[in-house]
């Protein structure tokens, strides 16, 4: 991994001094041609033809900086964020995020107090980021919470399901300072993404940047289906 690191860093370094050069040569390019339009033979102009080809030129190393940067990040993913996150694929893990996907009529959320509150509110936010829905939740003790939204805006309409929605959450103490909330999901890791460089994890059908992980653990193993031919003793039997 230290060889991969420095040789991404090397690239950089290459990239930015090759970026400078070009700055100063089309800066340069720019300056004479400017000077050679304004010094031009009225009788005899110059061929637009070359400065045109030179400007194509200049373009073409643009774009290809360009996709040395673009590469250089892949390089590092692919090096660090990707493959851990793959590993992360069937693994019940916390992030931090406020962000929760409506399902079936319903959106969960996680988020912790640092202290004890005596003033809570709870905010759900569109994707847009209007406040469709204000709860005052009377636990207000310090730790880990749940908050459960109904998917109803505060005008009682049922929203439709698929959309994102974000949790804010406003917490104070007797004094009136404010309480650290953190928001975070809990869920299985059912997918991995890059989208523009960003390795991205999929937790209850939220995309969320790996990096926010703050904890994994294994999977809980899912109990074994009743036989369709046993009795409630047997089950029971089975059970225990």
Do not use: C
């Not at 900086?65 to 916390?94: C, F, H, P, W, Y």
């Not at 804010?168 to 460089?197: C, I, N």
């Not at 653990?217 to 899912?222: H, P």
């Amino acid at each position: 991994m230290a060889v991969d690191a420095t040789a991404a860093t090397g690239a950089g370094s290459t990239s930015a001094t090759g970026r400078s050069r070009l700055t100063e040569s089309f800066d340069t390019f720019l300056n004479l041609l400017t000077a050679q339009i304004k010094n031009q033979d009225p009788l005899s102009p110059m061929d637009s033809t070359q400065f045109t080809q030179q400007l194509v030129q200049m373009t073409g190393v643009e774009q290809q900086l360009l996709t040395n940067d673009l590469l250089e990040k892949l390089v590092g993913n692919t090096g660090s964020g990707i493959q851990t996150a793959v590993s992360l694929i069937g693994r019940q893990v916390n992030a931090t995020s406020a962000d929760a996907k409506l399902a079936a009529g319903k959106a969960e959320w996680n988020y912790k107090l640092a202290a004890e509150a005596t003033e809570l509110t709870v905010e759900v936010l569109d994707a847009k980021g209007n406040v469709v829905q204000v709860v005052k939740p009377t636990d207000k003790g310090a730790g880990d919470h749940t908050f459960s939204w109904n998917g109803k805006d505060r005008t009682g309409a049922q929203l439709p399901n698929g959309g994102t929605y974000t949790l804010r959450v406003t917490a104070k103490d007797s004094a009136g300072a404010a309480v650290v909330a953190t928001p975070f999901v809990d869920g299985l890791v059912t997918g991995v993404e890059q989208v523009d460089g960003k390795t991205l994890i999929t937790i209850n059908g939220v995309k969320i940047p790996w990096e926010r992980v703050t904890s994994i653990r294994q999977a809980e193993a899912a109990p074994p289906p009743a036989s369709a031919d046993a009795t409630p003793e047997e089950d029971t039997a089975l059970a225990a």
